[in-house]
């Protein structure tokens, strides 16, 4: 945050390392916008998924048969990537409905496994998707795709790790 607000300050600032740019007087709008995007996503120490809804699942199969677990997973695994792919393209031709359906789809199959982080992370995305000043919000979208792939990676791990042992 800062009073300098000379043409060219903004992008010094970026240059130099800062991690946004805000100048004053500070509207709030703004700022709860850079905290939004800044915050951290989740807690270090909260699962990926929920070992508990991983035995829901597997309570599904019939005597013990884990392949009702296993191919969820493996559809969850298949379609979340290709989800997130077309949040990308929707991101990138700023297409906010597109975002948001994608973001939403996301955020309803990872629930199945109690994947709090990352259907909290694709519920912001819906919600930022949806909002009427989407376009001034793309780059925060774009941090929220980024981290939405991050806990992907860590549900595929944690959902791959269940798999093997099923």
Known sequence: MTAHAIEGDREKCLAAGMDDYLSKPVQFE??????????????????????????????????????????????????????????????????????????????????????????ELSGKLETLARSPDFEDSRAQASDLLDGISNELERVGTALAGYRRNS
Do not use: W, Y
């Not at 309570?59 to 290709?82: A, H, P, R, Y």
């Open 30 to 119: 703004e700022l709860r916008k850079v905290v939004m995007r800044l915050k951290p996503a989740r807690t270090v120490d909260e699962p990926a998924i929920s070992p508990k809804n991983i035995e829901a699942l597997r309570e599904l199969g019939d005597d013990g048969d884990c392949s009702v677990l296993t191919d969820l997973i493996d559809t969850f695994l298949k379609n979340s990537n290709q989800i997130v792919e077309q949040a990308a393209g929707a991101l990138s031709s700023g297409q906010g409905p597109a975002l948001a359906q994608a973001a939403h789809s996301l955020k309803g199959s990872c629930s199945n496994f109690g994947a709090k982080p990352l259907h």
